[in-house]
């Protein structure tokens, strides 16, 4: 498989559908305008041909976030652990300022969590949190396998 | 005459120049504007301005603490990093993944503990912990290991929790009448929660478009609830 595929920002689109035209797969014509990432070969006819430029080739295989030191990732959790009990306790009370602390601590806590090593769905760490959390007691297991499928191939 | 910097948005008001198009004339000293006055750009109370050119407390002080030590992740550090990187299955048109991750998120959400007495002095409370202490000691770890990475997103974040604290203080003294004909939104990139009419033009924080902000719905029942 080659090492890139094609994305549409669904945002930019036109909907001209030339990249329709010229893809050799077919891969770009899909009911839900999201190009097929199975069927797609890389080839990148289609990101050139769009009159938009809403098309992008993205890597299959992301490079490794830069490792974190430990007191930067300490400090991250600390903050990620405040900001979760503020959207717990915000979570539970009525009103429209709690509902908005609410949903702002879960975006903020969200934003230093990515910072903290969980950029990438394809990184080794989600690989391992995956693997951590699908021995857990009431867990959806079969949802965490099926993401270790997709992103690491892995066979349980 | 002074100038005062906002520090969520950078604002800065000039006492010499006043906000005329808002109807304080030019010459207003800080001290006389209103208590309830709000920066024009992004709407945090006096409290969150800062004079110019005099350092801030958290400056001055001495390293702030490490935090303890964690090892197990709780439950909702477990549901944060679920819908984090559902987020990040979103953006790389991924939507299947992306409710695969939504579904542990919520089952994590779920299974964090309830919080028996809830309540908002409590944020309030949290909030000012994490300016305190938790900001001031994350900065100094990512800027003694360069990590860019972090100061942006710890700079982002701190901003936004300095806008929470003065929207709490102002609730506190406003109560709920603080949202009369106002509207409450909330930025979908770094969480900067607006009070306005309308969604800014641009986010006073990560200045993504204001197409990118949320509306939160619900607050009205309450207000007419507490006005009855
Ligand atoms: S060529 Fe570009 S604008 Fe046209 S349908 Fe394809 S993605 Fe959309
Ligand atoms: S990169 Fe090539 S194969 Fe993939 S969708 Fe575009 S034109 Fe089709
Ligand atoms: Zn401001
Ligand atoms: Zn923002």
Redesign the interface.
């Known amino acids: 498989m080659a090492e890139k595929y094609a994305?549409?920002n669904l945002r930019l689109c036109t909907k001209d559908c030339l990249c329709l035209y010229v893809c050799p797969t077919g891969a770009s014509d899909t009911e839900n305008s999201?190009?097929d990432?199975e069927k797609c070969m890389g080839c990148g006819a289609c990101a050139q041909a769009c009159p938009s430029g809403a098309i992008s080739m993205?890597p299959r295989i992301m490079p490794p976030q830069?490792p974190?030191?430990e007191?930067?990732k300490?400090?991250?959790?600390?903050?990620?652990?405040?900001?979760?009990?503020?959207?717990?306790?915000?979570g539970?009370?009525?009103?429209?300022?709690?509902?908005?602390?609410a949903?702002?601590?879960?975006?903020?806590?969200?934003?230093?969590?990515?910072?903290?090593g969980?950029?990438?769905?394809q990184s080794e760490n989600?690989r391992q949190?995956l693997q951590y959390?699908k021995e857990l007691p009431?867990?959806?297991a079969e949802?965490?396998e099926?993401?270790l499928r997709?992103?690491f191939g892995e066979q349980s | 005459m002074k100038r005062y910097v906002c520090s969520v948005c950078g604002y800065v008001y000039e006492e010499e120049k006043g906000v005329p198009e808002k109807g304080v004339a030019p010459g207003t000293r800080w001290e006389a504007l209103p208590q309830n006055w709000v920066c024009p750009w992004c709407g945090a109370g006096k409290e969150s301005f800062r004079e110019q050119g005099v350092p801030s407390a958290s400056v001055l002080g001495p390293d702030p603490e490490a935090p303890e030590q964690m090892k197990e992740l709780t439950p909702m550090e477990m549901s944060v990093i679920c819908s984090n990187l559902a987020q990040g299955c979103e953006k790389q048109y991924l939507p299947e993944a992306a409710e695969k991750y939504r579904l542990l998120a919520e089952f994590f959400r779920k299974s964090g503990e309830p919080e028996l007495d809830p309540s908002l002095e409590e944020v309030s409370r949290l909030v000012k912990q994490d300016l305190e202490s938790g900001y001031p000691y994350g900065q100094s770890a990512a800027g003694k290991a360069a990590d860019r990475g972090a100061l942006r997103s710890l700079v982002w974040s701190e901003k936004v929790t300095r806008m929470l604290d003065s929207l709490l203080e102002r609730y506190e003294r406003e109560g709920p009448g603080m949202f009369r004909d106002k509207r409450v939104f909330v930025c979908t990139v770094c969480g900067f929660i607006y009070v306005g009419e309308q969604a800014p033009e641009l986010c006073p924080v990560c200045k993504v478009p204001g197409w990118k902000f949320e509306r939160i719905e619900g607050g009205e029942n309450v207000w007419q609830k507490n006005m009855r």
């Open positions: 994305v549409r999201i190009i990432r993205v830069q974190k030191e007191t930067v300490t400090a991250l959790r600390a903050l990620i652990r405040s900001k979760n009990r503020q959207e717990a306790i915000a539970a009370l009525p009103g429209v300022l709690a509902q908005a602390v949903r702002s601590a879960r975006l903020t806590a969200e934003d230093l969590c990515r910072e903290g969980y950029m990438l769905p989600a949190f959390v009431g867990i959806p949802t965490a099926e993401l997709e992103f």
